[in-house]
């Protein structure tokens, strides 16, 4: 695999996503990457009427807790399901090298290692993907 230069991680909030989110930015320090951090606002989301506004400013906060410049992280909504926006997202201009995913998000099924998301992810992404898992200690909510 080739050193990163432009990762995309999905983000929708939960602990699995700030996990995500943490390591793809370690990533990014480590190898000078862009990132781009994605939510994706499905149906589901909008039929929840979740709110999703506190996101970026949630975002910067963990940014501004990193040791990567503000500058190479951007924030983005993106209307569809979260597969087909990450996806999507793998083939943009400029494309991104590497996806990085929590185990779960928001719509976690006790008893599986793996939510539909990441393992739709892993299964169709034309780049690697990292899949994040929650750390010991953390609590999903």
């Not at 906060?61 to 209307?79: I, L, M, Q």
């Not at 599986?112 to 200690?137: C, D, K, M, Q, W």
């Amino acid at each position: 695999m080739k050193r990163p230069s432009r990762i995309v991680v999905g983000y929708d909030g939960s602990p699995h996503a700030d996990g995500a989110l943490d390591f793809a930015l370690m990533m990014a320090d480590s190898c000078g990457a862009e990132v781009l951090v994605l939510h994706a606002t499905g149906l589901l989301e909008r039929f929840e009427h979740r709110d999703v506004t506190h996101l970026p400013d949630q975002v910067a906060a963990r940014v501004a807790a990193s040791r990567v410049p503000s500058a190479r992280v951007h924030f983005a909504f993106d209307d569809g399901d979260p597969c087909t926006t990450l996806l999507r997202a793998a083939e943009l201009d400029p494309p991104a090298d590497l996806l990085v995913v929590g185990t779960r998000g928001h719509a976690t099924h006790s008893g599986r290692l793996l939510g539909s998301t990441s393992l739709e992810v892993a299964e169709h992404a034309p780049v690697p993907v990292i899949i994040v898992p929650l750390e010991e200690g953390s609590t999903a909510a």
